[in-house]
């Protein structure tokens, strides 16, 4: 095999790791030219379900994701990416990983873990102009 | 929110990862009922969607995940994991990771990373009967 078959699914699911930590960061998904702009870029794109359209990850945040490793599985339907997190929190919530939430198999109760590195209020102004190069100095 | 929302997805992903080393172990599917039953015997269940139904993982091969921790995203339409994987393999071909191909973005070259801990060829044999007691007897 030589990477991930999009004639098999149009959107493949993507994992985001923390290359350092390890910690899962969120999973979102691409399609191939995503994962083209992706390999070509060295910074993680993504495409939006609901926007339909690509996600080029911290793009209004300024939290882009910088690419480190990249592997795709066994079945070459799923892809893993390790990454240099810029500005540290990957969740829009403001959280490092969207897996914030942990739930108790035994009573199903929710507890919230994990610190918010960004108040997503501050972060998201409406008028906020996409500004590269400056984002991009920082990784 | 209270936990994943199959309203939105009827399979929604699950990224396994181990507990201890922290490496991710694959991407799989989980409906309602995969779920619930996760939940309920602390065996990780997923379904399949190529034989479109449940798939008590190590059901064949003896190589069990255990749970022992499970979180939800943000958007809570992907849970993330937390396992003890049985016989040290999760992936069907006996490597531990299914990501066990890692891509060179530059080149498009593959390599293979990764030991096989099992030999596909002497787990799945076609006769063999699945013995539960014998293997949750190893977790």
Known sequence: MSGPDFTKLE???????DVEKGDVLMLAYMNQ??????MRTGHV???????QKLWRKGE????VQLLK????????????????QVGGAACHE?????????????????????ERVF?????????????PAEVYKKG
Chains 1, 2 share one sequence.
Request: proline share 5%; with cysteine.
């Open 11 to 17: 959107l493949i699911p993507v994992i985001a790791q």
């Open 33 to 38: 030219e995503a994962y083209q702009e992706t």
């Open 45 to 51: 794109c993504y495409y939006s379900r609901s926007r």
């Open 60 to 63: 209004e945040s300024g939290n």
């Open 69 to 84: 490793e990249i592997f795709f599985d066994c079945d070459a339907d799923t892809l893993l990416v390790k990454v240099d």
């Open 94 to 114: 403001g959280y490092r990983s969207c897996f914030f939430r942990k739930l108790d198999p035994k009573t199903g109760a929710v507890e919230v873990i994990g």
């Open 119 to 131: 108040d997503p209020a501050e972060v998201y102004k409406p008028a906020e102009v996409y500004k």
